[in-house]
Every structure is written in structure tokens, then in C-alpha cells.
């Protein structure tokens, strides 16, 4: 006979990051910055991470959540920061 050890413990951290994925279901908010100003970009990257803990924070300890904010964070701040360099060669080639 085989013994399957550790399968409640996945069940739960499954469970766990499902309820996690509900709470990001639809928008996350908002964040506004002047694309000229590298305090005011820093300061949105950094909102945005709050949001993002806020919004998971309580299953921050289960693996696939705690990589998954990881992602998230990279990825709207790289999408920040993308937007601000957009936004200033908008405002350069407008002059």
C-alpha cells in the first residue's frame, strides 16, 4: 500500500491562492505621476506595491501567492516606468 503524505497541505495552499485570485478579480487601482518627475514614478511603483500587499497580504506566506505578488509588482512597475518614458518622448517630439 502507498501512503500519500502532504496532500492536505497542498489542498490548502491551493485553496488559499484561489481565494487570493478572487481578490484581484477586476481593477486593483489607481495611480497618477508626472512622467518628469522620478520622486513622483518612485512614489506610484511604491503605492502600487501597497495596493498589491494590501490586496494579498493575508496569504502572502503561501508560496504560489507570495510569487505571484512578486510578478505582479515587477510587471506594473516596469509598465510604469514604460509609460513615463512614453509619456516624455510625447512631451519632447511635441516640442
Do not use: C, W
Request: glycine share 6%; proline share 3%; no cysteine.
Amino acid at each position: 500500500m502507498v501512503k500519500i503524505t502532504g496532500l492536505d497541505k497542498f489542498t490548502r495552499t491551493l485553496d488559499d491562492a484561489q481565494k487570493a485570485f478572487a481578490e484581484i478579480d477586476g481593477e486593483l487601482g489607481a495611480v497618477n505621476f508626472k512622467p518628469n518627475d522620478p520622486g513622483s514614478i518612485e512614489a506610484a511603483i511604491a503605492q502600487m506595491e501597497a495596493m498589491i500587499d494590501e490586496r494579498l497580504g493575508d496569504y502572502a506566506s503561501n508560496p504560489i501567492v507570495a510569487q505571484m505578488m512578486e510578478g505582479m509588482k515587477e510587471r506594473y512597475r516596469d509598465a510604469i516606468i514604460e509609460r513615463a518614458a512614453h509619456a516624455r518622448m510625447e512631451s519632447d517630439s511635441d516640442q
